[in-house]
């Protein structure tokens, strides 16, 4: 059988709850492409029970066509497309086009976009004072999450969330204004002037030229480094329903408005188990220091009392391999040679740590796979970028995915407030004691 998760399934599983009478009928729901889901929301109407996922693996929590991922053939697919033929055929920018509309754009509605999206890139003027009131060493997650969550009491109009056109207004906003406030971030940290946005400039060249350029210098272009940019960006878009994108649904299901979303991603992300995971690596690299550390480090990660992890590496949906670190492994490559970087340290211990643990039976048997931070950071090094700019980076290419998730939810009929439920293991009703006789 086969048919959509919008039309009526003729196929139901059935359960029974032993001791009871109780039977519940659950429509088995198809998609386009992955397994069968089975619709529990009327499990409780009929059966009584509910169910218990602690982190969601078995969970759909919503219907999509944006992303598909098949964790077991490594399969990344933006609106059908595969993630390698447009980090090789693609920019950007088209990615953020078809991500948010669905269909790839034509050249008359490329230029509409490209010209869209450039005309908004620059910031309030007043939204740089906020700048003024971070310490300098704040990490620029804090900054992106303070200023994105902020720019809503500059376009109040974006509460209008029922309001296609505003709803668009805001895509546009959040996708145009977030390199900007992403450099900043980073120019504030190091005490250099902001730089502003400049329009004759690809996205990826518009960032890397806010991020390195400074006034007293003319700015040296370089298509190798805008195209890995570009590549890099392509591949964080989007990736379905992750920790952050679920937060941002979650957020969003409650009516907030898309800037406060959008920021509640970006804090998500930070985590060292999601965006934080490519600082996390480097700084993992860093602590193994050489080769001949490796096996130690190894058998720390293997020692479940250590709580240490091969940052990098396993993947909650991927269990064969993640085609993003393919895509990482090969642009890594290319930077290094266009750099001139012939040995960089980090690169072959990466490179020897991978091998060791794709050989090891630990690794294997749990199907821990490099995932695309692995190699990430290795790149990002490579190209100037502190260690702290890793995550706000990400948070940069999946501002456009995050938004894209957020107008397919806020358009959905089925989309209701995200209210999970508990299993309860807490005290029984119990009576208040006053404090005198307690003890
Ligand atoms: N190092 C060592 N052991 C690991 C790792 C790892 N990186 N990842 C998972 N495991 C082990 C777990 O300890 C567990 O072992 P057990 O069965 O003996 O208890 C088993 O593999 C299964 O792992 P889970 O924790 O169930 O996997 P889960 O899907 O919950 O977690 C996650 C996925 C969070 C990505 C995890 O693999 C991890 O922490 N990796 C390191 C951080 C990282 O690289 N994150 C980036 C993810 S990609 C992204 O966000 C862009």
Redesign the pocket.
């Known amino acids: 059988m086969s048919s959509t998760a919008a039309s009526a399934p003729a196929v139901h599983a059935t359960i029974t709850i032993p001791g009871t009478n109780k039977t519940a009928s659950l429509p088995l729901l198809s998609g386009t492409l992955g397994p069968q889901v089975a619709d529990i929301r009327k499990l409780q109407a009929q059966a009584g029970i509910f169910t218990f996922d602690p ?1 969601y ?1 078995e969970t759909a929590s919503c219907e999509s066509k944006i992303t598909y991922i098949d964790g077991d053939e490594g399969v990344l697919l933006y609106r059908g497309y595969p993630i390698t033929q447009l980090a090789e055929k693609s920019t950007f920018l088209e990615v953020a086009y078809l991500l948010l509309f669905g269909e790839l754009p034509t050249e008359a509605q490329f230029k509409d976009f490209s010209h869209g999206i450039t005309m908004h890139s620059m910031l309030h003027e007043q939204i740089r004072r906020f700048w003024e009131g971070f310490r300098r060493d704040a990490h620029p997650m804090a900054v992106l999450c303070g200023v994105v969550g902020a720019m809503s009491a500059f376009y109040p109009e974006s509460v209008n969330i029922n309001d296609p056109r505003e709803r668009e207004i805001s895509a546009f906003r959040l996708i145009a204004k977030i390199p900007t406030i992403t450099a900043w971030a980073y120019k504030y940290s190091i005490g250099q002037p902001f730089m502003y946005p400049r329009n004759d400039l690809s996205y990826a060249e518009n960032f890397l030229y806010m991020m390195n350029a400074v006034p007293p210098e003319p700015y040296k272009k370089n298509p190798i480094l805008e195209r890995a940019m570009d590549r890099i960006l392509i591949l964080h878009a989007d990736h379905e329903q ?1 920790a952050s994108t679920s937060t941002v649904r979650l957020a969003g299901s409650t009516g907030a408005n898309p800037f406060a979303c959008v920021a509640a991603g970006i804090a998500a992300l930070w985590g ?4 934080g ?1 490519n600082e996390a690596v480097l700084k993992m690299l860093a602590e193994i220091g050489d080769k001949k550390h490796i096996k130690t480090f190894i058998s720390e ?1 293997k020692d479940k009392n250590s709580h240490t ?8 949906v991927y269990k064969n391999y993640d085609p993003r670190a393919k895509i990482m492994q090969q642009t890594c490559y290319e930077v290094l040679e266009e750099l001139g970087i012939k040995d960089e340290p980090l690169l072959d211990l990466a490179m020897e740590l991978e091998k060791i643990a794709l050989e090891d039976d630990y690794f294997v048997s ?1 199907k ?1 796979y490099p ?3 692995f190699y990430s950071g290795i790149i990002l090094k490579a190209m100037g970028f502190p260690t702290t700019m890793f995550t706000p980076l990400f948070a940069l290419a999946r501002t456009t995915g995050w938004i894209s998730q957020w107008m397919e939810m806020i358009a959905d009929p089925q989309n209701r407030i995200g209210r999970p439920r508990q299993l309860y293991t807490g005290a029984p009703q119990r009576d208040y004691v006053d404090i005198a006789r307690r003890g």
């Open positions: 982190g693996g992750n060292p188990a999601h965006g995971a990660v992890k091969l940052m990098g590496f396993g993947h909650r749990r821990l995932n695309v931070d």
